[in-house]
């Protein structure tokens, strides 16, 4: 009994890497053991794990394809797109165009979005959603591995604002580990690790086409340094909040509901149902469009069966079917998916590249297994750049792995300014756009009124791209404020002080203040700045 004992402990003492792709509707994961790598499965035995919780009326929650499956119910109890409102107010325009499509009600709590759980009762935040999905799959990476997580790696967007960044932290935290324990990394650069697996990167530029359900964007990584100091860089980014798997479905939902009013003469959606059931039902034809999406990624065409999804009531129908061949779904979406070019130019032209200049092209995405995507990216590019040396579904969590595996440290940038609030209704720009991670910038103020006591401003996000630079605060976002004293009592403009903002590969926030006046006397010491 003694000696079987010890040896379940030594198993357990045994440590695993994993990295993770956190998705908005799929999450993947790769995990390392002794340096080896393999993906992790979901409990119903796929390579994906389903980004929805369910929340049931006796406080319990299931996450991945069970909850899936009560997606579009009336329950409103079931949560998905929870990465995409995580850190973003509720009155912008990526919560705004997606709060209907989330399943249960995203409502407004002190400005940011949160989703109303009616099972039970209570509003839930999608940094809560966030941390569920991501202990699920840890859980089951434990279970499969039978060890213990020593180092995670979570990706995030290259637009990710700074709050974005450090709630997906805090989602991580959550799940037990250490700050030392965790590294986040930008997808364009875990993708370019694992293409780097199979292909040599050696001098070359990458363009990486990523076609998420809501956005598409386009990142060029160049690789920088020589032997043991190379990394990547992404040197560009561009987005497109217009075009993503939603709009493509968008598009071919509307087609279906043409052909049904011209085959039966009547609305596919009446008008008459409530505004719930319209959702739901809406919802629930979506899954009919994605899979024949998936149809036609391998078939000429898909059989569309409306009458499974229609209300017993509704015998309008019948055994109708509406058939959609690769061709038709081709005419159809082609223009918006044409939308692709005009961003990639944006990425080249701000990367002073040409198309010639791009060594591969990396298409990702779920959309970008369309023959009609690669067709277009192909025809702009030529055939012979297009890479298939990835998988496009777990390329991000793979390379994500790869950054622990071989103890990658990238050189990330910040992808929205840093700056403080300054008298005038004004944000004077510290940290620039796409500065380099570590970043240290310092600049310097004055007091604006006689004989104060008290210093208050707040730490600002914005697009400034030069340190010392001003503009109204309405076009930056609030983060943070903070505050000092102990400094001398003088006329306005006669003590200066020195803000120091430090800005950590982890996406944490340190300001210092010095006077300025009285030899760099310490007013602020490396405080951590939270929101």
Known sequence: ????????????????????????????????????????????????????VYYRKDGSITVGSAAKRLFGSKTQSVVTNAMELIGRMYSSPEVQSMKDDCGCPVVEKKGNPVFYVKSQNRFVTPLEVCTEILRAVI??????????????????????????????LQAVLNCG????QVKLLYTPLAITLHYGQSDDMSGKTLLVLNVDRHTSDVSIVNEKGEGDHVHYEVCKYKKNDHLGEADIDAILLDWIIDRYREATGNDLIPASMDEGAK?????????????????LSTFESSSIQIASILPNTRGDIDDQEIVLTRTKMNDLIRDKVSETLPTIKEALDAARLTKHDID????????SRLAIVNEIVENFFGRVKISDSITKDECVATGACLALVKNYDPDEIIAYSLGQY?????????????????????????TSCDNMTEAQTAVYQGKQMNKGDTTLATNGSKLAPFSFTGFQRRPAGQVAF?????????????????????????LLNRKRIEW
């Open 498 to 522: 020195k803000t120091i903002f430090e800005y950590d590969k982890q996406g944490l926030l340190y300001v210092t203040v010095l006077e300025s006046t009285r030899n760099d006397r310490v």
């Open 1 to 52: 009994y003694h000696l079987m004992s010890r040896v379940v402990n030594r198993k357990f003492e045994r440590k695993a890497d994993i990295g993770i792709d956190l998705g908005n509707t799929n999450s993947y994961a790769w995990v390392s053991v002794g340096g080896r790598m393999r993906c992790v499965v979901a409990p119903d035995g796929g390579y994906h794990f389903p980004s929805y």
């Open 279 to 295: 959702a739901s039902f809406r919802r629930k034809l979506l899954a009919l469009v994605e899979r024949a999406k998936i149809d």
């Open 139 to 168: 859980e089951g990476t434990r279970k499969q591995t039978e060890c213990e997580i020593g180092r995670i790696c979570v990706t995030i967007s290259v637009n990710s604002d700074e709050n974005q960044r450090s709630l997906v």
């Open 360 to 367: 591969a092209v990396i298409l990702v995405g779920g959309s």
């Open 177 to 180: 580990f250490r700050k030392d």
């Open 422 to 446: 300054v008298n005038g209704n004004e944000i004077q720009c510290v940290i620039p756009v796409n500065s380099k991670l570590p970043a240290r910038e310092s600049e310097t103020t004055y």
